[in-house]
């Protein structure tokens, strides 16, 4: 008698008892989750700590509401591609996890994740807009705007420079624009890195609930990047007119015209991905979920399909066992750079420097730093100088710090001081405790100042900037 026809007659003797064809769907689906709990636990502390906004919480509820909606059309029998994709992601999530970037982690577990939700979706759900779901469920934004922040900036600079052309004398340096004698800077928000989150989440949702083919997705993605980078030039191309102009809308109209323009853009978004083909081809549509060949390559070489669910379940065994060996051993104390080590500032416009030990907000900065921090204080003011001597995602904005130490930020704007030096400030809260007001500025070995992190990071990565680079933040109660 083959294997086959044992497994067949006798699936207790594969699965040792437990009759795995029986155990339902959403079980499998739990049994990954907490192969993967290191993810999560990173992404919830990211979430909770403030340090990236919360958007990915709006994916995550989607991602339930397919679940949820197509609970009785689970399938007992998984795609063997998609499952096999699930086992061998989540295995390399959990062994790459100490090594890799968190995001970079994050990234490979939550793709395994959807793979593994894949394998027990009907054929019907594309895969694509489930992958797109899953990718936006990390929280990214903060990244994403240290990377892309300043291109998208300066694209839509040079785009509205266009745009204004005819009414107004209009150049532009970077992603600043001189708009009749008066500087308009295109700053973070304007890049539009939210609209573009909330138009890919737009575009996969839509998708799912109306069932467009992998195919039909795919093809209309170049439409949702259009739109959403019109909009957000459009956007900003009036905010600038009214700067320029001399007459700036107040904070009520400037989100109003955010929000009406989101709106559109979304819509139309919407629109597109829910507007059936105009001309379906006849047969059916290559769908990327449905992977056919590696189903029958994978049926065809093992014995039933419930060794492969054993198999699974041993994976995420594996994995789960391998996360909490990691997490019971004691964590290693990253060495953080001594002030003393660097020759840092003994005075700043004149008043002296003392040294003083580092703060909770300093420490996050230290935790594998890779360059000296150090902190001091003018006896009213407390300085954070930071130095660097290569781009780095590391030196993180002061912003996200704070928010990520429950601060409330408010009131971020450029401003000048005595010196005619140009800074990026806020007003940085807690609640019940004092104001702060807290400056920063980036400047290289030249004497070239940014205010904003990603610009600075564009311009060192391609020589524009040469280093060492120093990260001067300086906070004073208000």
């Known amino acids: 008698m083959s294997l086959a026809s044992i497994a067949s007659t ?4 594969i699965d040792g008892g437990i009759r795995l064809d029986r155990v339902p769907a959403t079980a499998w689906l739990a049994l990954q989750g907490v192969a993967l709990w290191p993810t999560w636990t990173w992404m919830a502390e990211r979430m909770r700590d403030g340090s990236d906004d919360p958007l990915g919480l709006l994916a995550i509820a989607a991602l339930v509401a397919l679940v949820w909606q197509a609970r009785r059309e689970l399938r007992a029998a998984p795609r063997l591609g998609w499952l096999l994709s699930a086992s061998l992601g989540t295995l390399a999530a959990t062994v790459l996890h100490p090594v890799l970037p968190p995001l970079a982690a994050g990234l490979l577990a939550v793709l395994a994740w959807a793979c593994g939700l894949l394998a027990f979706l009907p054929r019907r759900m594309a895969a694509a807009p489930v992958a797109g779901l899953a990718v936006l469920a990390l929280p990214l934004l903060s990244s994403l705007q240290f990377y892309a922040g300043y291109p998208l900036r300066v694209l839509t600079a040079e785009a509205s420079r266009w745009l204004l052309m005819p009414g107004f004398d209009v150049s532009r340096e970077g992603s600043t624009l001189l708009v009749d004698g008066r500087l308009v800077i295109v700053d973070a928000p304007c890049s539009g890195v939210q609209m573009v989150w909330l138009g890919y989440f737009t575009a996969c949702a839509v998708a799912l609930w109306a069932r467009r083919s992998d195919r039909s997705f795919l093809t209309r993605l170049p439409l949702v990047g259009l739109l959403v980078l019109v909009g957000n030039i459009v956007r900003n191309a009036i905010l600038v007119a009214f700067e320029g102009a001399g007459q700036p809308l107040g904070p009520w109209a400037h989100g109003a015209l955010g929000l009406l323009l989101l709106a559109i853009v979304c819509g139309g978004i919407a629109v597109a991905m829910a507007r059936p083909s105009a ?200």
């Open 10 to 13: 006798h699936p207790r003797f």
């Open 279 to 478: 001309a379906p081809a006849a047969g059916p549509q290559p769908n990327l979920s449905a992977l056919p060949w590696l189903d029958r390559w994978l049926a065809n070489r093992f014995v039933h399909r419930i060794a492969h669910k054993s198999l699974f379940a041993a994976a995420m065994g594996l994995c789960t066992l391998f996360s909490l060996a990691q997490a019971l051993q004691a964590p290693a104390v990253p060495s953080t750079v001594s002030s003393s080590f660097h020759e840092w500032p003994a005075e700043w416009d004149g008043a002296p420097l003392r040294p003083l030990a580092l703060s909770e907000v300093e420490h996050r900065f230290a935790q594998q730093f890779p360059g000296a921090i150090a902190r001091r204080t003018d006896g009213e003011s407390m300085f954070v100088l930071r130095q660097v001597t290569a781009p780095t995602r590391m030196l993180h904005p002061a912003v996200d710090c704070y928010r990520a130490l429950g601060y409330r930020v408010e009131q971020v704007r450029l401003e000048q001081d005595a010196q005619q030096r140009l800074w990026r400030c806020f007003a940085a809260q807690r609640k019940h405790g004092q104001t702060l007001r807290v400056c920063e500025r980036i400047v290289d070995a030249d004497g070239r100042a940014f205010t904003d992190t990603s610009a600075w990071y564009w311009a060192a990565a391609g020589g524009q900037s040469h280093g060492p680079w120093q990260a001067v933040t300086v906070a004073r109660p208000m």
